[in-house]
């Protein structure tokens, strides 16, 4: 579990993906022992910076009568409203100076899993450089790995940060890793 944290060179990036307040125990859509990844993620954020390599940090930020909330259709419950202590990135994960923010989410006509999906973060990765991506995050098996196969589909090498990511359920993780590894995302 306490897996050493890769070292950072030139041409990699960290993507920290959702690790907001409702994302952890005790907020609107907890993902079981959520809370865990976050001291784990400070530790490759703090070797990201270390390395002088970009990080960024991804939130679900949704309107209210957001696509996604079960009010309107949607599979969830209402969760990561804009400006809302639940749309709060996790209190003790450690925000670098420079971190980059990728809000996602915000669309009124459809929801976003990807940190990827039409927010441009593949432009803004090739502008610095970034050849390979390490990811972690919340959930596993849903916005993490929808980011984790853009990443592959926008032609990044891409690197989950096994420890670093929870998912929903445990059925829910084996079947977003076998996804993830047969897209050639490396499980580290
Ligand atoms: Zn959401």
């Not at 890769?6 to 409702?22: E, I, K, R």
């Amino acid at each position: 579990m306490t897996a050493s944290v890769h070292t950072f060179s030139g041409g990699d990036a960290l993507l920290v993906v959702d690790v907001q307040v409702d994302f952890c125990p005790g907020g609107a859509l907890p993902v079981p022992d959520g809370d865990q990844v976050v001291p784990v993620l400070n530790r490759w954020i703090a070797a990201a910076c270390k390395a002088h390599c970009p990080v960024f940090l991804s939130r679900d930020w949704h309107p209210r009568g957001h696509p996604s909330f079960a009010s309107e259709g949607g599979p969830w419950p209402p969760h990561c409203l804009q400006d809302t202590p639940g749309a709060r990135f996790h209190p003790d994960l450690v925000i670098p100076e420079g971190a980059i923010l990728v809000s996602k989410g915000t669309r009124f006509d459809k929801d976003q899993y990807s940190a990827f999906d039409e927010t441009g973060l593949a432009h803004a990765l090739r502008k610095a450089g970034v050849r390979r991506l390490f990811l972690g995050g919340l959930a596993r098996d849903v916005c993490v790995k929808a980011s984790a196969l853009d990443a592959r589909r926008a032609g990044f090498a891409t690197c989950l940060v096994d420890a670093g990511a929870k998912a929903l359920s445990p059925e829910g993780a084996t079947a977003a890793d076998r996804e993830m590894s047969a897209a050639g995302v490396e499980i580290v």
